[in-house]
């Protein structure tokens, strides 16, 4: 009797402890996170290039399973039918799958899959042409173990890069000095690739002046800039040709500059790509990279100057108040209706009674206002006689802020300055505390 109860206990015991923590669970299932299409960017580095697919398994049952990876044909069909694309089938004498299955233990979690391609023959199969996403391979995943979710689906597109040095930036930061210094500085211009080299080959830098000016009047022109190449004598490169190492990703090139033998004024070291041992390229478009130089020019003596302006406010400031070198002083032009109209387009002209090359206006707002004094239109200009005027600097929004607004200009000889700024509408007053230059007497 005793030996019955103690069996029916056990039994009663057992059934209790039953683990049941994974009852009402989902079935493991598997998927693809980067569903849908997928690039794959590879260079003609003369290696094989490998593209991943990552299978994961989801759920806590700890199915084991085989995944097997199909080429769907028809996946590819679709897919270029709903999005109004065109790829192509990538044939097989491009590509090599090592294995199309993958297996996933019960512990794991995920399983990768490859594909081994030749960049060089996609691109022999492009007619030579780079960048462009024309083949792809469609795959599906299944098992006969656990069943698939919706992400069951990939499509790998390829796009073969050329393998071309380029600058790592299209500007660095501006080396600024002020007239008369004489220690060099020195900036750092950075090219190179984004693989480690597979081969040691040969490059040059352009020391050409023609031709570096030309590229700074291009990117003046593209970038709104009025640069002015600095001078062979006042600039020295580290080096202007060398070699690009195996497995070197990056070259750099010091550009040491020489304040002493610079006149004030904004210029630029055009640091220029000219040619490289193939098979590396160089890049088109970014084969360039400009060091801004900024000589700062001494403030011009105003003593004996004198000053016209378009108009006067009758109940504040001054015109001399303009030159008087007191910051807290102010010029005023007409800004309400005080007899002779709002001014709508101020403009001063300063007679600084000798030549002098122009480099920089800085013109300063007046100081004691709460609000920034916001026109638009500024305009700068330099004349030898006053009569004939050459604009030589523009800022479109002079001011947001009650700061001086500080214009480096093209270095322009001449004894008249002049600047005008364009009355927006809402403004109803406006005053000028300062008008300085910077620069160099030239007699």
């Known amino acids: 009797m005793k030996k019955l109860l103690y069996i029916v206990t056990m039994s009663l015991l057992l059934a209790a402890c039953q683990d049941n923590r994974l009852d009402g669970l989902e079935p493991d299932r598997i998927y693809l996170p980067k569903s849908g299409v997928q690039t794959e960017e590879a ?90 996403e024309k083949y792809a391979l469609p795959f599906r995943i299944s098992s006969d173990e656990v069943e698939t979710t919706d992400k069951n689906t990939s499509i790998l597109v390829f796009r073969i890069k050329e393998p071309v040095v380029k600058m790592l930036s299209k500007s660095v930061a501006e080396i600024k000095f002020n007239y008369g210094a004489s220690e060099t500085i020195r900036q750092t211009v950075k090219f190179g690739m984004d693989f480690g080299s597979k081969w040691d080959c040969a490059f040059a830098l352009e020391t050409d002046d023609a031709v570096l000016a030309q590229a700074l009047a291009d990117y003046n022109a593209a970038n709104k800039t009025i640069y002015t190449l600095l001078p062979a004598d006042a600039y020295e490169l580290s080096m202007t040709e060398g070699t690009i190492k195996v497995d070197m990703e990056t070259v750099a090139v ?13 210029y630029a070291v055009p640091v220029m790509l000219a040619g490289v041992e193939q098979p590396l390229r160089l890049s088109e478009t970014d084969n360039i990279c400009i060091v801004p130089v900024n000589c700062v020019g001494n403030y011009v003596d105003k003593t004996g100057w004198t000053v016209q302006v378009s108009s006067v406010n009758p109940n504040w400031g001054k015109p001399e108040y303009l030159i008087d070198g007191d910051i807290n002083t102010y010029w005023h032009p007409a800004g309400r209706d005080f007899g002779a109209g709002r001014d709508d387009a101020p403009w001063a002209v300063a007679d600084m009674k000798k030549t002098v090359r ?37 800022v479109a929004i002079p001011w947001t802020a009650v700061v001086k607004c500080t214009v480096p200009v093209m270095p322009t000889e001449g004894r008249y300055v002049k600047f005008s700024i364009d009355y927006p509408k809402g403004q109803t007053s406006i005053a000028f505390a300062e008008l300085s230059i910077r620069g160099e007497v030239v007699e």
């Open 254 to 266: 010091d550009v040491t500059v020489d304040p002493a033998k610079c006149k004030s004024g904004l």
């Open 358 to 394: 122009v480099t920089c206006f800085e013109i300063d707002p007046r100081q004691d206002q709460f609000y920034p004094q916001i026109f638009s239109n500024l305009r700068c200009y330099v004349s030898r006689d006053g009569v004939d005027f050459t604009e030589v600097g523009y």
């Open 43 to 132: 260079y003609t580095i003369g290696e094989t290039a490998v593209a991943q697919l990552w299978t994961y398994k989801s759920s806590y049952n700890g199915t084991g399973c085989r995944v097997t990876y199909t080429i769907d044909p028809d996946l590819l069909t679709a897919y270029n039918a709903a999005n109004g694309t065109a790829y192509e089938l990538l044939p097989e004498s491009c590509y090599e799958i090592p294995q199309s299955t993958v297996e996933i233990s019960g512990k794991d979690e995920y399983g990768r899959f490859t594909v081994n391609y030749s960049p060089e023959k996609i691109v022999e199969l492009s007619g030579g042409v780079y960048d462009q």
